[in-house]
């Protein structure tokens, strides 16, 4: 009998289950694929270390911050600052048609270029900064309500408003054409206000300083190990039975795995709670250079363009893929010490959005053939917004919206999950949690926070 089963060994699972293990509790974290990380992850192809779903960390303060989401994480996971070894990004950008917004991990820059771009929103500006200070992450009732109505209140400029939107909705919005006012806020801060970074040796360095602490402190990590069902007794969950036939047992359960995806593990999911499922998911290419791109003329770390005035958030209903915006992510540049240098190969990320329905219909062939259409499409789209690296391209591999369905069992393999999240984690089981994507944190470090919030509210109260 364990004191906590954890589903998922992504990196709001692995980050529950060392905070519990601090606290001697008996875990197991069940993991149903062969590697960790799920979305968060990385892999080895021709000799080559990729990793997935990385374009930064966010929520980056530097050493020495005693507040934000970064420091809280490293404190009550007993970690330095130095294990995650993160360098901040050089500069972003949001790249709209004769329009551009740089900004770093300093918010004056953004002020700035706002300043420049739309002088006569700086007042509002200033004003909606005030209003974002005090939102409260964890507080479901001031979650809700729409975002661009809040812009729309705040800001007088209609372009301003779609380009703030654009890389919030980019990096952690489940939700269609609008955004909840408390993911806003979420976003904004972990963004503009905080910033991005990486580990010069990608997510692997996370994942493994996080494995190796959960089994250092007695943590059970069980790979391949798939959940077939939660049993349940009433309103209570008594433990799990995967996918091998083996029952395992424990007073509490945490679930990563997502809302819609944890209802079908207890037997509970209706159609209209699948009706709620995500629809936003995407398809990613890898392009390998024979050169850094800032010899190519590319110094920016994450560009996210929109080619006209009307940022496009939806799921594409006639075509595999909208190419009309995207993200566009270098690895290459970030602000690593001089004693790393630069990563050895120039790399090019870009993040298209995707429909989930159109990409599970095709058979094996018309698969990989719609792979590489779209990847030219993409980056064809791409380099109007950035100089043309498609001469310098020495090795590519794409993922899609299948890959992304196979590693996190994500309904329609949305990304974000489902739109409407649950901040205080609970289900319709007294003892069934859920930390992750749906709970309502994103990014690496909200799924590391989501896991700690989740762990502290319902696993360590009889502690």
Known sequence: MYDTIIIGAGMSGLAAGIRLAHYDQKVCILEKHWTIGGLNSFYRLAGRDFDVGLHAVTNFTPPGTKKGPLARLLRQLRFKWEDF??????????????????????????????????????????????????????????????????????????LLIEMLLCPLMWYGNARQDDMDFGQFCIMFRSIFLEGFARPY????????????????????????????????????????????????????????????????????????????????????????LDRQPKELGFGDTIVFFNDSDKFHWQRPES???????????????????????????????????????????????????????????????????????????????????????????????????????????????RNLFLCGTDQGFVGIIGAIVSGISMANMHCLRDV
């Open 85 to 158: 070894e993160l360098s901040p990004q050089l500069g972003s950008a949001i790249a709209f048609p004769g329009v551009r917004l740089g900004f770093t991990n300093d918010i004056d820059f953004l002020r700035s270029e706002i300043r420049r771009a739309f002088p006569g929103e700086v007042d509002n500006f200033e004003r909606m900064l005030t209003l974002l200070a005090d939102y409260d992450d964890l507080n479901q009732d001031n979650f809700g309500g729409s975002a661009r109505e809040f812009l729309q209140d705040t800001l007088g400029d209609a």
């Open 201 to 288: 040796k990608g997510v692997r360095l996370i994942l493994k300083h996080l494995v190796r602490r959960f089994r250092a402190l007695g943590g059970e990590l069980k790979l391949r190990s798939g959940v077939e069902r939660i049993q349940t007794d009433g309103d209570r969950a008594l433990g799990v039975i995967l996918e091998d036939g083996t029952v395992i047992e424990g007073k509490r359960i945490l679930s990563s795995a997502g809302i819609i995806e944890t209802q079908r593990l207890c037997d509970d999911l209706t159609e209209q709670a699948i009706d709620r499922s995500g629809q936003l998911t995407f398809i990613e290419s890898i392009s390998v």
């Open 319 to 429: 075509s595999l893929c909208d190419t009309r915006t995207g993200v566009i992510c270098s690895p290459n540049n970030y602000a690593y010490p001089n004693d790393l240098g630069q990563l050895d190969e120039g790399v090019i990320r870009l993040t298209t959005i995707a429909d989930f329905d159109s990409w599970s219909g095709l058979d094996d062939a018309e698969y990989q053939r719609q792979k590489m259409w779209w990847y030219d499409r993409s980056v064809a789209s791409a380099v109007r917004f950035m100089p043309d690296f498609r001469g310098h391209v020495i090795a590519t591999d794409i993922f899609t919206p299948k890959t992304i369905r196979r590693f996190t069992s994500h309904q329609n393999g949305a990304v974000y999950g489902a739109p409407d999240k649950k901040l205080d984690g609970t289900t319709h089981l």
